[in-house]
């Protein structure tokens, strides 16, 4: 279970950059739930997962994960409760390292690494097995190097890597945004169908309405770094793109809106 | 003959060097200029410990681990306090100067009259091939020679070999990942940081071996032995890499040792031939410099000619 109290974050404090990313987030995800992150940019969604991942720490408020107040650990400690995908296929695997290597080091994800040889029997039976799952006759060029390979088999490939030791949570950050259309399908079925075996608890982002209402039993679409809208069980079931794209409009005019107020407001009192 | 056994024997030492150099710059990626400074360190250390009398196999691991601290602490100035690694090796090279001419106490500590791994060398030579030594196509080597050269031989190969070993173990697959791709191994509960330091100190451990068998094997210590030492292990390191144009670990550490001998043999001809010691370095600079440089303006040679082969619609 992930609980989320109060969490903000403000970039570049005090000056002219000032981002204030997270403005009181409030988030509880119960354990097997497939929750789709929505939001326009810059509306805080992928600093949300990044404060999940620990990629930095919060000015305040808590995040309990699995039992564990995880809110100041540092990112490769939270590695052993935490699988991720990243937006950049090149970001998940290390390029000249072999397929087989890159997977020997997620078989040891937030463990302990010591002397024991890395491409053990022990890994090497089973990865085979699972590489050829995927069907993309990968299972043969086990030696070769990751980063001879495309984007979408590289994160096929960092999915398969991050869910190899069952997480906690799996953190999957608009993973299919880089990838060409038939890539990106394949990467979504294949997130799908290992959410649904492990019975993941999983948080997505993704700018596909199309996937946001088709993957996922919950739906929450952020604002200015506040969750504004929360959709589950029947109310997610029911969304079709439209409405997504209605709430976008909502979201729009309502700038729009802020916009021309302040305008108005300083072509009165300026 | 004997100057080219020579140039082996200390091709083989500083193999060492173009390992560690291999380590910290090609699979770490860091430009780690402690290198001056640690080879330094290894052989002052080993060299005041021989000179006290101390047992030369004693004397030679200290050199190592003072090497490896040395290394340690660069990592720890680069990682923990956020300096610039090149920063960092600078600073700790420049510390390392002084702390070696305190350790050795003057600048030059001679070697000649005390037991070293050299003297048990040459001592097992004469014992197993009597004073006569050995023909070699036609030549008269020493017993000497041909015992340090085989001594130095086993040694980097054992070195080598431990290396290949160690990078294939769970720890030494996430040190090369950490270098390859920090944020996906941290994403993998690797404490990065560690890693580096770690790996810094591994390559300064193993140049500081290199400069405390060099000075065994020359008998002296010299507070300025270690100048330009990190340009001549990218030397090594970059002929190995041509030598073998292999991108697999097997190959780079074996490309490594043989860069680092071809690059000895190389300078003892020149030198033979009437090169100026002084400008060794200068020279040595210049070639990697080219070698740099050179993958880049092929690539930009080449594009060209590829684009007039792209057909026309």
């Known amino acids: 279970m992930l609980t989320l109290t109060g969490l903000r974050k403000t970039f570049n404090p005090g000056t002219v950059n000032e981002v204030r990313a997270l403005q009181g987030v409030d988030l509880t995800i119960e354990d097997g739930s497939f929750v789709i992150v929505l939001g326009m940019n810059g509306s805080g969604k992928s600093t949300l997962l990044n404060a999940v991942a620990g990629t930095f720490i919060v000015d305040s408020g808590r995040i309990d994960l699995d039992g564990h107040d995880v809110t100041r650990w540092p990112e490769h400690r939270r590695a052993r409760l935490i699988g991720r995908v990243f937006q950049n296929p090149f970001s998940g695997t290390a390029p000249n390292m072999s397929i087989a290597e890159n997977f020997a080091l997620a078989a040891r994800r937030g463990r302990p690494r010591g002397l024991g040889f890395a491409l053990s029997r022990d890994l090497m039976g089973p990865l085979r097995d699972r590489v050829a799952l995927l069907k993309m006759g990968l299972e043969d060029r086990l030696d070769n190097a990751i980063g001879s390979l495309s984007g979408g088999q590289r994160q096929a490939l960092t999915l398969l890597m991050a869910t190899w030791l069952k997480p906690a949570l799996l953190l999957l950050d608009e993973h299919t945004a880089a990838l060409d259309p038939k890539s990106a399908d394949q990467v979504i079925t294949l997130s799908e169908e290992v959410v649904a075996r492990d019975k993941l608890t999983t948080l997505m982002v993704t700018h596909s309405m199309q996937q946001a209402v088709s993957l996922g039993d919950r739906l929450i679409m952020m604002d200015r770094g506040k969750v504004l809208h929360d959709f589950r069980g029947p109310a997610k079931k029911r969304l079709r793109a439209e409405d997504l794209i209605d709430l976008f409009d909502e979201i729009r005019r309502r700038e729009l809106l802020d916009e021309s107020a302040a305008a108005m407001l300083q072509s009165l009192y300026v | ?313």
């Open chain 2, 1 to 313: 003959m004997t100057l080219l056994v020579g140039a082996f024997t200390i091709g083989l030492i500083l193999a060492l060097l173009a390992l560690g150099v291999l380590v910290s710059f090609r699979i770490f990626g860091l430009p780690d200029i402690t290198a001056d400074g640690s080879i330094t360190l290894g052989a002052a250390v080993t060299a005041t410990l021989c000179a006290t009398g101390v047992n030369p196999v004693f004397a030679t691991a200290a050199g190592m681990v003072s090497g490896a601290l040395a290394g340690a602490l660069t990592g720890v100035l680069h990682t923990k306090f956020k300096i610039n690694a090149l920063l960092a090796g600078i600073l700790v090279m420049t510390a390392l100067y002084s702390v070696n001419l305190r350790v050795m106490g003057r600048s030059n500590i001679p070697l000649m009259q005390h037991t070293t791994l050299g003297t048990w060398g040459e001592d097992a030579g004469y014992s197993l091939l009597g004073d006569r030594g050995l023909m070699v196509f036609g030549w008269r080597v020493g017993a000497g020679e041909i015992a340090l050269l085989v001594g130095s031989f086993v040694v980097a190969v054992l070195v080598a070999v431990a290396l290949f070993a160690f990078f294939r173990t769970h720890l030494g697959t996430a040190m090369r990942a950490t270098g390859d791709n920090p944020q996906m191994i941290r994403a993998l509960g690797a404490n990065v940081e560690t890693h580096i330091i770690l790996g810094l100190a591994l390559s300064n451990g193993l140049i500081a071996l290199g400069g405390s068998l060099l000075a065994q094997y020359q008998g002296f210590a010299d507070a300025q032995m270690g100048i330009g030492m990190i340009v001549w292990g990218l030397a090594s390191v970059i002929i190995g890499e041509a030598l073998t144009g292999g991108r697999s670990l097997g190959l780079t550490l074996v490309g490594a040792i043989m860069g680092s001998v071809l690059f000895r043999l190389l300078v003892a001809v020149a030198l033979r031939w009437g090169l100026n010691p002084n400008d060794l370095k200068l020279i040595t600079a210049l070639f990697v410099f080219v070698a740099l440089i050179l993958p880049g303006l092929l690539k930009k040679i080449r594009r060209p000619a590829q684009l007039t082969t792209v057909p026309s619609a």
